[in-house]
């Protein structure tokens, strides 16, 4: 039973198509996140959703559209794509546990834009 | 802004060495985690810290919170080639911030 998962593993596009992404966790939590991986392997936070509501914006592009039907479902929507969009995106999920919030990641989605 | 710097960025060592991975920074973190990272899958959480100068412990693997909870160590007794992976510190509270990373690589 997977906890976090992610639809595709792998998406290679051409510059200026839109994709999505889409990430569903079976684990109840409350707060899902989409986080970039670039290629020297930062890992940066890009939205949170607590209970399908908005709460972490970072600093990114318009043409990134994050959408959450429920709590268990968090999208990533990709407009316009770029060169530099290329990346591995992860989503992840938690719940607050001990004045911390443990992070659950799924499986990752490498994207490649030509 | 907060940032975490982690030391040194890549290690290879032979199987059986003790290594110390370490996660600094100038801001205050309410808790620390550490993740380890394996090819083409997601990071895997292996602890949280909460408690400035807190020591916990997971069979081979030592994790330590400083006092003054601004950085952390993860310290491997007798590497092992299944601890191969990218380890990452990850600090603050609902909205995380990830360290810069240490790729581990132990040789049989």
């Known amino acids: 039973d997977t906890a976090v998962s992610q639809t595709p593993k792998y998406l290679v596009t051409q510059m200026g198509n839109d994709k999505s992404i889409k990430c569903e966790q079976n684990l109840g939590h409350d707060t899902m996140y989409w986080y970039k991986q670039d290629s020297k392997k930062f890992l940066k936070i890009m939205f949170s959703y607590n209970n399908k509501e908005l709460i972490i914006n970072e600093t990114v592009p318009n043409r990134f559209s994050p959408k959450s039907p429920d709590k268990a479902h968090l999208n990533l929507h990709i407009n316009s794509l770029e060169l530099g969009d290329s990346a591995v995106y992860f989503c992840a999920s938690s719940q607050q546990f001990d004045g911390s919030y443990e992070q659950y990641f799924g499986p990752g989605t490498r994207l490649t834009v030509t | ?108």
């Open chain 2, 1 to 108: 802004t907060q940032l975490l710097e982690q030391s040194p960025q890549f290690l290879s060592i032979q199987e059986g060495e003790n290594l110390t991975v370490y996660c600094n920074s100038s801001s205050v973190f309410s808790s620390l985690q550490w993740y380890r990272q394996e090819p083409g899958e997601g990071p895997v959480l292996l602890v949280t810290v909460v408690t400035g100068g807190e020591v916990k412990k997971l069979k081979r693997l030592t994790f330590q919170f400083g006092d003054a909870r601004k950085d952390s160590s993860l310290h491997i007794t007798a590497a092992q080639p299944g601890d191969t992976g990218l380890y990452l510190c990850a600090g603050g509270f609902q909205k995380l911030v990830f360290g810069t990373g240490t790729r581990l690589l132990v040789s049989p």
